[in-house]
C-alpha cells in the first residue's frame, strides 16, 4: 500500500467518525425557519422567534432547555452560525444550533438518537486509485469572485460564490470545473460536481476540495476524495446542485458513493461536526 493509499485509509476512517458523531450531520432532524412572531418547534419547548440579534426563546427553567451550563429561565438570545459568538441550545442530548442563510434565521435540532445516526452502517467508497489523482491548473476569474444562482434540493435557488476554473485531463480527455473559495474565503479551493455515474453508482453529487494552489495555479484533484454532501446523510440540509458545466461526461468511480444503512447503533463519544 502506498504512502497515499494509507493517508486516503485515514481519511475514509475520519469521514465515517465524523458523520457519526452525537451531533454530526448523521443527527440532524430538523431545519425550523422562524419569523418575528414567537412560536412552537415540534418536540423542543420554548417559544421560538427572530430579532435583529439572533434567535430569542423564551422558556421557564422546568422547561429543561439549557444553554451553556445554566438552565433558560426567561428570554435570552442566541446569535446564529454567522456571527463569531454564535450561540447554541441543548434539550437533554440534543443540540440546539441557530443558522442564518441569506438574512433568514433557522433553528437546526441535532438528536443523537436520530433514526439516520442509529441506522448508520458506514459509507460506500470506491477502492482506492491513483489514476484518480491528477494535476490540476487554477484560474481565477479576472474580474475577481463571482456569484451564480444554482437550485439547492430544498427546491429554492440561492446565491453561489465562485472563484474560478480548474482544468485537467483524465485519461487524457481535457476537463474543467468550476470552483469557489472553501469556506467561502481562505486559498484552499472547493466544488460541487456531478459525473456519469451520478444518480446510479453514486449520489447525485458530490463535494470536492482541492489544496491551495501555487503562484502559478498549480494544485491537485484528488477524486478519490470526492465526498458526499451533507443532504445525502439527513434531508433537513439545503445542499447547492453543481453550477453549470460542473457535470463531467465520465463516470467517476472513485471517492465516497453512498450512505449504508443498517447498522449498529453508534457510541455517543465523538467531536461536534456540524455542516451546512
Not at 52 to 59: F, H, I, L, N
Request: some cysteine; proline content about 10%.
Amino acid at each position: 500500500m502506498t504512502i497515499d493509499a494509507e493517508e486516503w485509509q485515514h481519511w475514509t476512517e475520519a469521514r465515517a467518525a465524523s458523520v457519526s458523531a452525537p451531533h454530526g450531520v448523521l443527527a440532524l432532524t430538523g431545519t425550523h425557519w422562524l419569523t418575528a412572531e414567537p412560536g412552537a418547534i415540534p418536540g423542543i419547548p420554548g417559544r421560538w422567534s427572530v430579532t435583529p440579534e439572533g434567535v430569542r426563546v423564551v422558556a421557564a427553567a422546568a422547561d429543561g432547555l439549557r444553554a451553556g451550563d445554566a438552565a433558560l429561565d426567561g428570554a435570552v438570545v442566541l446569535p446564529p452560525d454567522t456571527h463569531p459568538g454564535a450561540g447554541t441550545a441543548r434539550y437533554g442530548d440534543q443540540l440546539l444550533v441557530p443558522i442564518e442563510r441569506e438574512g433568514e434565521l433557522a433553528l437546526r435540532i441535532f438528536d443523537p438518537e436520530a433514526e439516520n445516526r442509529t441506522t448508520f452502517a458506514g459509507i460506500a467508497v470506491f477502492p482506492y486509485a491513483p489514476e484518480w489523482s491528477v494535476p490540476a491548473v487554477f484560474t481565477a476569474y479576472e474580474s475577481g469572485d463571482r456569484t451564480v444562482t444554482v437550485p439547492n434540493v430544498d427546491g429554492r435557488d440561492r446565491p453561489m460564490p465562485v472563484a474560478g476554473q480548474i482544468t485537467f485531463q483524465l485519461g487524457g480527455e481535457p476537463y474543467s470545473l468550476t470552483v469557489s473559495r472553501a469556506g467561502g474565503e481562505g486559498t484552499a479551493l472547493a466544488g460541487v460536481i456531478a459525473d456519469a455515474s451520478s444518480g446510479t453508482d453514486t449520489y447525485r453529487f458530490r463535494f470536492i476540495t482541492l489544496p491551495e494552489p501555487d503562484r502559478d495555479g498549480r494544485t491537485v484533484l484528488d477524486l478519490n476524495r470526492a465526498f458526499l454532501p451533507p443532504c445525502a446523510f439527513s434531508d433537513h440540509f439545503m445542499c447547492p446542485f453543481p453550477p453549470p458545466g460542473n457535470r463531467l461526461p465520465i463516470a467517476v468511480r472513485a471517492g465516497e458513493k453512498s450512505v449504508l444503512r443498517g447498522g449498529p447503533t453508534h457510541s455517543r463519544d465523538g467531536e461536534l461536526d456540524i455542516a451546512d
